[in-house]
């Protein structure tokens, strides 16, 4: 799919435009907007309008052909409500809707004439910038396949090249915006592709060798420690997770320094299991095929680090990636096995499936040498997430004074924007205390209740020395059922994120 931008100047009326197919909003109760009535030269629209044929209801579309003064051959028409408000719900429903049709269309291009220049005066964050990057989003979500394994490609019709229609004087910020938005798109499909790769495929090396690749287009640095090397640096909590599986652990440091030499990084430590067999602690047969996806925060940190070099974003930015197999055999770690952290911390691991924190915990602790801005970890950490908010939002835990505030403020706000959102969740001493063991200075599991929180509670220890963040996506970064597959979360909300820092920096 092709994106750019087409400037509508005054002189030029829309209908004399060439295009396969333009698309343009219309309201309830039979309103047009401007773009449909520069259409509606001999009343047409107004005719299908009138019919009822199209309700104007956010969802309902018509496709109209060969309308009598538009020189396009096909007119869409997109319901977009009530007039005078674009809200987040009716721009991706609309969205959604082009998406649908265009895929099916004989015709090659199209032209999006929807009312986006008027978006900025309602919300500010709603502005024509955010509906261009929120399409592109939608259109590229829809056209996404997941058949790289399979031998047979499907193969996709429909819409190509699509053109935004916007006023000449917004032109500039509107190609900004499909920058941010491709960028967006293409760090999204990565994590996806890393997401439904298997764990015979994508493994430790795998996304090790991704990591390589993505530095090497784009100029970063990066470095990736075997076994022998996080045995020097004491790992051992990560390593006793790998000591079960035959594939080699990797811990992978990759760095996108956009900033200035002096400003501290902002680091994005991204959980890697490539498959959550339990280990010991074995996992029910049902659905285990989907811990396939526990490398998402892994791939979610890739995805974002592959969108912000596109950006060529000014902010230093470093993903670290813990990365291992979990699994059950003859050498794997033992329920009631003691295991020292790099922190120097010992750790009781009373399930082997609560690995996720044991590998990151050590992540936490190496990245300390970074004197970071801020670390923000990314993990489908806990089944208790899934129960607590769904699949709706990400789990977001952080401190509560008033730095971790502002840097979960952040974190919500970029959420919002996109449409990839998260929720707070609390961390407190009273938690805490259920991580107690009588023989080591913490267990890895803190019992049913409260489940994401204390397994938030427990990485908290190992991230005293700067300000952190942490995003539980066990709900958000896949889909099950028919739709099964990775849905891209959270790169939206992780972009979005740093590229409002890097404007907070200039
Ligand atoms: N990878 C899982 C978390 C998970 C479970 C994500 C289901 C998505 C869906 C994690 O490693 C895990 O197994 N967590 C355990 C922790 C428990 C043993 C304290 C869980 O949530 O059951
Ligand atoms: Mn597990
Ligand atoms: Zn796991």
Known sequence: M????????????????????IAVGIYENKKLSPQALALDKTGEITAALKSGDISGKPGSTLLLRKVAGVTAERVLLIGLGPDGELSDKVMSMAALCVARTLST???SDALLALPFDGIAKQTPERDLAWAIRATILVLRDGSYRSDTLKSKKETTSGVKKIAFLVATANAAAAKEAVAQGLALANGIDLTKELGNLPGNVCTPTYLANTAKRLAKEYKLS???????????????????????????????IIKHLGGKAKDAPTVLVGKGITFDTGGISLKGGAGMDEMKYDMCGAGSVLGTIRAIAELKLKLNVIGVI????????????????????MSGQTIEVLNTDAEGRLVLCDALTYVERF???????????????????????SGLFTRHDSAHDALANELLSAGKATGDTAWRMPIEDSYQEQLKSNFADMANI????GGSITAACFLERYTKKYTWAHLDIAGTAWKSGAAKGATGRPVALLTTFLINRAAAVK
């Open 2 to 21: 092709d994106f750019s931008i087409k400037t509508n100047d005054a002189k030029t009326s829309i209908a004399s435009l060439k295009a396969g197919c």
């Open 105 to 107: 269309l004989g015709a």
């Open 222 to 252: 990066v470095e990736v420690l075997d076994r022998k090397q996080l045995e020097a640096l004491k790992m051992g909590s990560f390593l006793s997770v790998a000591r079960g599986g035959g594939e080699a652990p990797k811990f992978i």
């Open 322 to 341: 813990p990365a291992t197999e979990n699994m059950p055999s003859g050498t794997a770690t033992k329920p009631g096995d003691i295991v020292t952290s």
């Open 371 to 393: 004197k970071p801005a801020a670390v923000v970890d990314i993990a489908t950490l806990t089944g208790a997430c899934v129960t607590s908010l769904g699949h709706h939002n």
């Open 446 to 449: 803190g019992g049913p209740a």
